[in-house]
């Protein structure tokens, strides 16, 4: 079987946007079971000769910080049950929230499944230097991302077939 990365982080940092990147026109047929993959977009990915699954997650809208926080928990649960690489995305306009904060020792504590950090909207040179504080989540090297502009998906994709 094809090995799963899971992408889970923060509403609105750009995760479906990453997704839609890294698989092209690969979506993958999901079997239709009502409440189960609701929240979730399979996808095939391909770089070099390595194919995988990507699991694009945390697509209902949710509204409030208890909310929010609640439903990343569950995205990172799945990742941690389902996937063999998980993709934690963060906001470089945003900086490094609290629910990041949380989501990231969550991870840290609770799996020994590789994890990649990406920060995502480094949308110029100057967002750059926004990069730096995210060494403090504690997962590692941050790679820079931008969805928008497609800066940074070779390196994102090299950075997970690594892990396999
Ligand atoms: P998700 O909720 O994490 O899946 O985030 P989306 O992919 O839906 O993107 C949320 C918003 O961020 C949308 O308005 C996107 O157009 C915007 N966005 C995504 N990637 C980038 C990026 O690299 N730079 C900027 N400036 N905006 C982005
Ligand atoms: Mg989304």
Do not use: C
């Not at 889970?8 to 993959?37: C, H, Q, Y």
């Not at 969550?106 to 100057?126: E, G, H, Q, S």
């Not at 995210?134 to 991302?145: E, K, Q, T, V």
């Amino acid at each position: 079987a094809k090995p799963v990365v899971a992408i889970v982080g923060r509403p609105n940092v750009g995760k479906s946007t990453i997704f839609n990147r890294m698989i092209g026109e690969r979506l993958a047929i999901v079997e239709d079971k009502p409440g189960v993959t609701r929240d979730r977009i399979y996808g095939t990915a391909e770089w070099l000769d390595k194919s995988f699954h990507v699991i694009d997650t945390g697509g209902i809208e949710v509204d409030g910080e208890d909310e929010i926080l609640r439903s990343i928990r569950v995205q990172a649960e799945l990742a941690m049950d389902e996937a063999d690489v998980i993709v934690f995305m963060t906001d470089a306009k945003a900086g490094v929230t609290t629910a990041d904060q949380e989501v990231a020792e969550l991870l840290y504590r609770r799996t020994d499944k590789p994890i990649i950090l990406a920060v995502n909207k480094v949308d110029n040179l100057k967002r750059r230097e926004d990069i730096y504080e995210f060494y403090n989540l504690g997962l590692g090297d941050p790679i820079p991302l931008s969805g928008a502009h497609g800066i940074g998906i070779g390196d994102l994709m090299e950075a997970i077939v690594k892990k396999f």
